[in-house]
């Protein structure tokens, strides 16, 4: 692990007090960016996320990905002692990460006007189910309800079948993307301008998938059409969809342009599609797409996966093998790219999770430690930074606060 990388957010402090996948990871990614993640966790059960699988006997495997770069404290901001110990760490810190329910955070003593008394410059990102207003705001929110809601579930899957849902956590990840862009975008706003006052930044769970899904409103909007289930990329581009090959592995391949159909047409030898007027535009071959399909099929059948690789990676066709987990660790892309690094872990000795990106030149980002265990940065935190006697410790301790 690169302890000695400082990354382009060092100086950053955040305070984590989310839980599960969407809002962590966004304070994830800022951690590998060299923000400073302190992330506070209920005493005794921590974070639900420490209970979620896959497991390995007794351990939590997605926590060593999830939480690397963060430290952990425990702090009970349910009882008045809490809550005055947070606000002396708000008046070290720059943002506070949540996602509880709207309303949570005030019902606590601990409303945004009074986490601004203790540091005007705090910035406060909220992620929750449905956003802080609006006639849902109340309602309960995880990923999967809020993929449905989002509109993208209603168009996954085939047409004579039930609509499906990712098999994870997909709008999570999604949604912590946007909280990692809307915290550097605050702290931007804030020091670039020179302000001495934070703000609030929310949004829904929902709206992290449907701000990606301009086609749909736009189409809806001027053509009155609701677009049904499609296992494949339907109604943009002609080819596209996935191929099986003579050795029975499954390719995916797209031409969204009608550049990359011409290569694909001169690498298939079917140049003629160029000047038939069913084929030789995306519009019509979207209208004649079973014929165009049947042909690509037919080419594609007939070799092995390998032949098919060489041979439109030549012609600068955009395709891929569809990688398994196990294909995806011997790959030497992701090998040479470091995707997947090595970490360690207090049981396993080493465990392996993604690699950080994107990849700065000048101040990269890196695993300076590994996940923590709970509570395991209540002395250095409480003691060391925030000034607290070794016997008040102690009585916290005794009084369930930490």
Avoid: C
């Avoid at 996948?21 to 951690?31: D, M």
């Amino acid at each position: 692990m690169n302890t000695n990388q400082i990354g382009p957010l060092k100086g950053v402090k955040v305070l984590d007090v989310s839980t599960m996948i969407a809002a962590p990871f966004g304070a994830t990614l800022l951690g590998d960016m060299g923000a400073d993640i302190i992330k506070i966790e209920v005493p005794i059960k921590g974070d639900t996320l420490r209970n979620v699988g896959p497991w390995k006997g007794t351990e939590p495997l997605r926590w060593p990905g999830m939480s690397r770069n963060k430290r952990s404290v425990t702090l009970n901001l349910r009882e008045s002692e809490g809550q005055k110990l947070f606000l002396e760490l708000v008046k070290k810190s720059d943002v506070i990460i949540e996602n509880f329910r709207p309303g949570t955070l005030d019902k606590w003593n601990l409303n945004y006007d009074t986490l601004k008394k203790a540091n005007s410059k705090i910035i406060v990102v909220r992620v929750s189910g449905y956003g802080q207003t609006g006639p849902y705001r109340s309602k309960a929110g995880f990923g999967t309800p809020s993929t449905a809601f989002s509109g993208y579930t209603y168009i996954q899957g085939f047409k004579d079948r039930p609509p499906v849902t990712p098999s994870f956590s997909l709008t999570d990840y999604v949604t912590g993307i946007f909280v990692a862009f809307a915290t550097s975008s605050a702290l931007y706003y804030r020091d670039v301008n020179e302000i001495d006052e934070g703000q609030e930044v929310e949004m829904g769970l929902y709206e992290s998938m449907f701000r990606m899904m301009e086609f749909l409103i736009a189409e809806y909007d001027q053509l009155n059409k609701v677009r049904e289930r499609s296992p494949i990329l339907a109604g943009h581009s002609s080819p596209a969809g996935t191929y099986k090959t003579k050795d029975g592995k499954y390719l995916v391949l797209v031409t969204s342009t009608d550049q990359t159909f011409e290569r694909l047409a001169k690498a298939i030898g079917r140049e003629d599609m160029l000047l038939d007027p069913k084929f030789y535009t995306n519009s019509v071959r979207l209208e004649n797409d079973a014929e165009v399909q049947q042909i690509v099929e037919s080419w594609i059948e007939s070799r092995t996966s390998e032949e098919v690789m060489e041979i439109l990676d030549e012609a600068g066709v955009p395709i891929s093998p569809i990688l398994s987990i196990q294909d995806i660790f011997e790959n030497p892309q992701y090998q040479s790219r470091q995707n997947i690094v090595e970490v360690e872990h207090p049981k396993f000795g080493t465990v392996k999770v993604p690699g950080v990106v994107p990849k700065f030149s000048k101040t990269p980002g890196s695993i300076r430690f590994r996940a923590p265990k709970l509570g395991e940065h209540n002395h250095e935190v409480y003691v060391n930074e925030l000034g607290i006697t070794e016997s008040k410790l102690q009585e916290f301790v005794s009084k369930g606060i930490i």
